[in-house]
């Protein structure tokens, strides 16, 4: 069964950029689809974005589009989240995600999770 562990995050300053890490084990990413995730402190889980493993297709939340930027490298069994101009807002646990559905949005259809990277955007 595939293992997902996230890293990258940290304390940062608003406007700073960061990169979150997803490494794979026990099984290859190429043919899952990957999401990001995230909860806020008194907040439920949030979908943030998503890398489709037919072609690649990307998709962002209304709160992070044109900020955040996700990518894969099925060589090295990755998925990276490239945020950029990070704001107090996007505080909080990431979680990266697989499934095999053809629907990325949703926590409840994804298969596999990571256990967490905290990132604290401060003002």
């Known amino acids: 069964q595939v293992q997902l562990v996230e890293s990258g995050g940290r304390w940062v300053q608003a406007g700073d950029s960061l990169r979150l890490s997803c490494a794979a084990s026990g099984g290859a990413l190429s043919r899952l689809s990957i999401g990001w995730f995230r909860q806020a402190p008194g907040k439920e889980r949030e979908y943030v974005a998503a890398?489709?493993?037919?072609?690649?297709?990307?998709y962002y939340s209304d709160r992070v589009k044109g900020r955040f930027s996700i990518s894969r490298d099925n060589a090295e069994n990755a998925v990276y989240l490239q945020m950029n101009s990070l704001e107090p807002e996007d505080t909080a646990v990431y979680y990266c995600?697989?499934?095999?559905?053809?629907?990325?949005?949703?926590?409840?259809?994804?298969?596999?999770w990571g256990q967490g990277t905290q990132v604290t955007v401060s003002s």
């Open positions: 890398i489709s493993w037919t072609r690649g297709f990307t």
């Open positions: 995600a697989a499934t095999q559905s053809v629907s990325l949005m949703s926590t409840k259809l994804y298969n596999y």
